[in-house]
T-cell receptor, first 112, second 118 residues
């Protein structure tokens, strides 16, 4: 079993739709949870981060973490064509200079 | 956010030759840099962690003699792929962590280098 599993894609939605992206993990030591957005042939860009369980909202994006279920989600409201990209979840056990473990990524396409 | 650059962005080399990729933190001092490899439609796989002035720590399965990492200054780390072969063709991405990261897990990623070995 991989440490981080991410829902397979690709995912195609119409503009304005609510998008739900999910990851599960097996390592109980993970404390920090992140979502990155990656455009084609570019490096990842940090979108959201959450420490431990709970919700965090930033504009149209909401990140949720349920440590009891080892499950994290990213919700995108009022999706736009510019949101079309690959979304990767990443996790860390924390501490100084901690390495990140990434999910496989899911490619999202938002149709105008 | 902080800026991390990579050079070159794209390189083609012949099998058996060596290629050097640079990763620079442009507006902060990176005490730690990470090197990742990403194959098409795959996730980022950590290759090694390098701290300024010390030897890199390689992940299991990554050949340290093949992927030479040098982190000689707080703003520059280099990855040299020695005796490259076609199976080394991949997208190499660095990330940097340093004093601008107010939270320990915040890493800033470079734009990546696409290596093609013919």
């Amino acid at each position: 079993q991989k440490e981080v599993e991410q829902d397979p894609g690709p995912l195609s939605v119409p503009e304005g739709a609510i998008v739900s992206l999910n990851c599960t993990y097996s390592n109980s030591a993970f404390q920090y949870f992140m979502w990155y957005r990656q455009y084609s042939r570019k490096g990842p860009e940090l979108l959201m981060y959450t420490y431990s369980s709970g919700n965090k909202e930033d504009g149209r994006f909401t990140a949720q973490v349920d440590k009891s279920s080892k499950y994290i989600s990213l919700f995108i409201r009022d999706s736009q064509p510019s949101d079309s990209a690959t979304y990767l979840c990443a996790m860390s056990a924390g501490g100084a200079n901690s390495k990140l473990t990434f999910g496989k990524g899911i490619t999202l396409s938002v149709r105008p | 956010g902080a800026v991390v650059s990579q050079h070159p962005s794209w390189v083609i080399c012949k099998s058996g030759t060596s290629v050097k990729i640079e990763c620079r933190s442009l507006d902060f001092q990176a005490t730690t840099m990470f090197w990742y490899r990403q194959f098409p439609k795959q996730s980022l796989m950590l290759m090694a962690t390098s701290n300024e002035g010390s030897k890199a720590t390689y992940e299991q399965g990554v050949e340290k003699d093949k992927f030479l990492i040098n982190h000689a200054s707080l703003t520059l780390s280099t990855l040299t792929v020695t005796s490259a072969h076609p199976e080394d063709s991949s997208f190499y991405i660095c990330s940097a962590w340093g004093e601008r990261g107010h939270l320990s897990y915040e890493q800033y990623f470079g734009p990546g280098t696409r290596l093609t070995v013919t």
